[in-house]
């Protein structure tokens, strides 16, 4: 039996996300190996991103395998990470309006837990500042550094010394170290990859010296994500945020060579119509898997060989097939669909059938997937 048939999936409803416990726990295994591949501290050194899979039950697996430091860019996800026990947490977003008052009431519900933000200048700085002195504690923030995304961050110039100096004077700061995200690197072939984030990372070297020097010590560095992972493992100094490792998916698997982690997560989905001669259509909309996407990469049926995507609304999914195979699917016949995207896929749904050897064991909830959960 292929190693995502479920052993009887009328236990499942259609469309539903599914996670296959064994393989989560393999790569969470994998992430830690390779973060110590190198020689290096291991679990020590992972800050992975929760984004991709928003469900305290694989928070509570990474901190088992020893991983006590994570990366989040929601309030709910933070508070979900919280939740299940991690004693560090980096919100790696730039917190403004009343999200700087949620993480201060994160802190109140969890004060056990270390909370840290980002800035990536003098505005957003002030602002946290003088919330947290309102309240009269000290906030950790890190410096974003924008070293060729240009999504968010500092630009890698002699300004950012300034910013640094500038947070470090602040009463209500306290300077936490640097966060440099390279996800538009993305070569699929490791050696082209390895060069294009040592490019990227070398410009950001002569400023982060420079912090080192001023402040005294060597400065916490989280750098890459799941694209530059193994680039950036080989760097002893710096801390590493994987994301969607957790659960892999298509597009990732298929591009990236050199990571060794397995698809873990599925959506399972059945045949509702067959409404004309070669067309069958699922129960799968762009309502339960990632539509970013061109039509032609947004999923793949692994029990399905030969199939074109003709296209999606809300709750359908319209397939092309022969005739052989138009002859042979049945109504209520269920498909197994890996998504291009993971990430965006997790959030579409409010619970994950949890797999193991084929059977379902139970069902975890996707808790960060709002906006906000008490907080």
């Not at 989560?24 to 020689?39: D, T």
């Not at 698997?253 to 067309?279: C, M, N, W, Y």
């Not at 909309?285 to 060989?305: C, D, F, Q, Y």
């Not at 409010?350 to 909830?365: H, L, M, P, Q, T």
């Amino acid at each position: 039996m292929s190693w995502y048939a479920l052993t009887n999936p009328d236990e499942v409803i259609s469309p539903s996300l599914l996670f296959y416990k064994d393989r989560i726990e393999s790569n969470i295994r994998s992430m830690v190996n390779i973060a110590g591949s190198s020689g290096q501290r291991s679990a020590e050194r992972l800050v992975p991103h929760v984004k991709t899979h928003k469900c305290p039950e694989v928070v509570e697996m990474q901190l088992s395998a020893g991983i006590s430091k994570f990366k989040c860019a929601t309030i709910a996800e933070a508070e979900m990470v919280a939740s299940a026990g991690a004693p560090w947490v980096l919100i790696a977003y730039q917190l403004v309006g009343p999200n700087i008052d949620r993480l201060f009431a994160l802190r109140t519900k969890f004060p056990e837990t270390t909370f840290a933000s980002l800035v990536d200048n003098e505005q957003t700085a002030a602002s946290l500042n003088e919330a947290s002195i309102s309240k009269g504690v000290k906030s950790t923030a890190f410096l974003d550094v924008n070293n060729g995304m240009n999504r968010t961050g500092h630009a890698t110039d002699e300004s950012l010394l300034s910013l640094y100096r500038y947070v470090s004077s602040l009463e209500g700061l306290a300077f936490g170290g640097v966060h440099i995200y390279d996800g538009h690197i993305r070569n699929p072939e490791f050696s082209e990859r390895k060069a294009a984030a040592d490019e990227a990372y070398e410009k950001v070297l002569p400023l982060l010296d420079r912090i080192e020097t001023e402040c005294g010590y060597e400065p916490m560095i989280i750098v890459g994500g799941s694209p530059s992972f193994t680039v950036h493992t080989l760097r002893p100094d710096v801390y590493l945020s994987p994301g969607t490792n957790v659960l892999w998916d298509w597009g990732y698997g298929d591009r990236f060579d050199g990571q060794p982690f397995e698809h873990a997560a599925l959506i399972l989905t059945r045949v509702i119509s067959k409404p004309a001669p070669g067309i069958v259509t699922i129960d799968l909309g762009h309502k339960a898997i990632a539509a970013e996407n061109p039509i032609e990469s947004r999923l793949r049926l692994l029990n399905l060989p030969e199939y074109t995507l003709l296209g999606q609304s809300e709750e359908h999914g319209v397939l092309q097939v022969g005739t052989d195979a138009w002859d042979a699917i049945r109504i209520g016949d269920a498909f197994y669909a890996l998504p291009y995207h993971i990430c965006p896929t997790v959030a579409l749904h409010d619970f994950a059938s949890v797999i193991e050897d084929g059977n379902v064991v139970g069902e975890w909830r996707i808790t960060a997937r709002s906006r906000r959960i008490t907080i």
